[in-house]
């Protein structure tokens, strides 16, 4: 019956339109191929270095003022199309583009984590009450589905809270953004485990997974990882 369905229905990619490399991903090749990777990055924060180097680097900024998290994983870039795909998401209620983002992170998460200690809980970072309001649903939520079923580490949605509302960090400058979320986020509950797994769309300032992985370092916590889709440049 799946192979029927294929037949009669072929996936389509959701950026071109034209047939899908499979169902699963909703991605032809030509597009998947043009999707723009964070090869060379910070160990720390995934900020994009420029060079051909490889393995553990660190840039100038964590050096200088290490953050509270302990590393992060951004595999892509946040740039065309893949920044496309993310706005889709967050603004415009394209599901779809959420399960593609979804795949994508697992996948590479599922390569490069292999031989890495896993986290013991998944933490899509809480959206506010207005905007998951506006949405109807927490992107950061349904980027982890995909990451939780593939790399069997259970997903907990219950642990923090925003405590209060905040200015869109989109339109703050970096400073602004630290200002604005400071204090924003509270732990509700025993943690189940100490080691976790931070999880969200795009990281720009870094400012809003520093502040939840304050909060939880505060609560108990021994590492805290950043899993991001996507990482801006400076």
């Not at 642990?159 to 204090?183: F, P, W, Y």
Request: aromatic share 6%; hydrophobic share 40%.
């Amino acid at each position: 019956m799946s192979r029927l369905q294929g037949l009669l229905w072929p996936a389509t990619c959701v950026l071109c339109g034209r047939v899908a490399r499979d169902r699963q991903l909703d991605l032809c090749a030509g597009c998947e191929g043009d999707l723009p990777m964070n090869a060379v990055a910070c160990a720390i924060c995934a900020e994009p270095l420029s060079g051909e180097t490889t393995g553990y680097l660190v840039c100038g900024a964590c050096l200088k003022r290490k953050p509270r998290f302990d590393a992060s994983f951004c595999p892509f870039r946040y740039a065309y199309p893949l920044d496309h795909l993310v706005r889709g998401i967050k603004y415009h209620r394209a599901v779809a583009h959420g399960r593609v983002l979804s795949e994508l992170l697992a996948a590479r998460l599922q390569t490069m984590r292999r031989d890495v200690a896993l986290p013991d809980i998944l933490l899509p970072v809480p959206l506010a009450t207005r905007r998951y309001r506006e949405r109807g649903y927490n992107q950061a939520i349904e980027l982890a589905r995909c990451v939780e079923k593939r790399l069997q580490v259970p997903m907990c949605t219950d642990l923090v809270v925003r405590s209060r509302e905040t200015r869109e960090q989109a339109a703050l400058d970096k400073r602004e953004r630290r200002r604005n979320i400071r204090g924003a986020f509270d732990v509700v509950r025993t943690l189940p485990g100490r080691h976790i797994a931070i999880i969200d769309d795009v990281v720009t300032t870094g400012s809003t997974v520093n502040e939840l992985a304050r909060v939880l370092k505060q609560a108990g916590a021994r590492r805290v990882e950043v899993w991001a889709v996507a990482r801006a440049g400076k």
